[in-house]
Nanobody, 110 residues
Framework: QVQLVESGGGLVQAGGSLRLSCVAS??????MGWYRQAPGKQRELLAL???????NYADSVKGRFTISRENAKNTVYLEMNSLKPEDTGVYYC??????WGQGTQVTVSS
């Protein structure tokens, strides 16, 4: 059974940091990523990483967020720094082509 399980969300003040983790099981994902869904908005892509570590970022998080992975642990991370209130939302882990985690809530207070 393919499964993605996120952790690490929570409440943080603006300017703070959080680290999200996503553990995959049941398969090895060649590409993984993180998406965010803010209240009343569509889910948006934040960051992607392939199996050799090449990354891509949305302009909104470039320079503040870092995606990384540990293939041996089948885990992907999202290090989030300089958080802003507009970063608030549910963060979802994604594995290619169409596997999703249950989401973890991130709330940034001003």
């Amino acid at each position: 059974q393919v499964q993605l399980v996120e952790s690490g969300g929570g409440l943080v003040q603006a300017g703070g940091s959080l680290r999200l983790s996503c553990v995959a099981s049941g398969t090895f994902f060649v590409a993984m990523g993180w998406y965010r869904q803010a209240p009343g908005k569509q889910r948006e892509l934040l960051a992607l990483i392939n199996r050799v570590g090449s990354t891509n970022y949305a302009d909104s998080v470039k320079g503040r967020f870092t995606i990384s992975r540990e293939n041996a642990k089948n885990t992907v991370y999202l290090e989030m720094n300089s958080l802003k209130p507009e970063d608030t939302g549910v963060y979802y882990c994604w594995g290619a082509p169409n596997s999703w985690g249950q989401g973890t809530q991130v709330t940034v207070s001003s």
